[in-house]
């Protein structure tokens, strides 16, 4: 979620993208140089100048509302102050990361369910090992939905007090 954090000019605000230079997805990172040069202002200098328009591309479809300047060396990006509206859009997308995460929180513990139930069933554990395992995965389940939950609450309070 730290690429939510787009009222200031982060390298975060990358972490994530990838651009599609030669046909392979890549990490933008790995094909261009990212530095802060103000706190509204970040300068992209690619490796390779021919992957220009690439990286250009990948900004604008990342869905993060940026809009790259390319003067033929570098790509600067201005990060433009939030709107309400822009705020409401980047909830509703950290709500949706949060959710994703608790999914594959689940997922993770429906996994462990069934090897701790194959195992029982195969004797190789007892009824009560089954059941003391049952209970600790979904304390650990607990445990890490309500800190993927508020990770998500945490985002929204910044978000809305900027």
């Not at 972490?15 to 040069?37: D, F, W, Y």
């Not at 992957?51 to 060396?73: Q, V």
Request: with cysteine.
């Amino acid at each position: 979620m730290r690429q939510h954090t787009i009222h200031l000019a982060s390298i975060w605000l990358f972490s994530k993208l990838m651009e599609q230079h030669r046909a392979t997805p890549t990490p933008l990172n790995q094909v261009a140089g990212i530095s802060v040069t103000s706190s509204q202002q970040l300068t992209l200098t690619p490796y390779d100048k021919t992957a220009m328009e690439d990286i250009e591309r990948g900004i604008i479809d990342s869905g993060l509302g940026l809009t790259p300047n390319n003067d033929g060396n570098v790509i600067r990006i201005n990060i433009p102050d939030l709107t309400e509206e822009r705020r409401k859009e980047f909830m509703k997308q950290c709500k949706a990361l949060g959710e994703d995460g608790k999914v594959a929180i689940r997922n993770v513990r429906r996994d462990g369910v069934d090897a701790v139930k194959k195992m029982e069933k195969a004797g190789s554990i007892g009824k009560d090992e089954m059941l003391d395992g049952l209970d600790e995965m979904q304390k650990i389940t607990d445990t890490y939905v309500k800190s993927a939950d508020d990770a998500v609450q945490k985002k929204e309070s910044e978000l809305m007090k900027l």
